[in-house]
C-alpha cells in the first residue's frame, strides 16, 4: 500500500451557499468533494430554525496549491459575511493519485 501526502479542506458554512461553493471548488482544482449537513455549537451559540437549512460541512481532499486556492477564495468571498469556518490538514491517501489533477 502506498500513501500520498495530500491535503484535507474543511469548510463548514450555511446550506445556502452549497452549490456556488461546490463550483468553485471544481473551478479552483479540485476533482471533487464530500459535504453532508451538519450541526454544533460555537462561539455564536446554537444555529437554530434556520430559514435554509442546517448549516454543511464540505471536504475536499486535494494537492497544496488547491488547498490554497480554495482557503484563500472562501476567506475572501465569505468569512466577513457569513456564519463559516475553514481548516485544512495534512493527510496521507490511498489512491491518492485519483485526487490530484495532471499538473498538481
Known sequence: MQLKPLKL?????EQVLREQIAKK???LGASGYTWSEVQGKGP???R??????????I???????????ILNWF?????????CIAWVIEVAVVR??????PGQ
Open 48 to 57: 437554530r430554525d434556520a430559514v435554509e437549512g442546517n448549516n454543511i460541512q
Open 25 to 27: 471548488i471544481i473551478e
Open 96 to 101: 491518492g493519485d485519483r485526487y490530484v489533477k
Open 75 to 83: 476567506a475572501h468571498t465569505y468569512v466577513d459575511n457569513y456564519a
Open 9 to 13: 479542506v474543511t469548510l463548514i458554512t
Open 59 to 69: 471536504k475536499v481532499v486535494c494537492a497544496a496549491s488547491v488547498a490554497d486556492a
Open 44 to 46: 455564536r451559540g446554537t
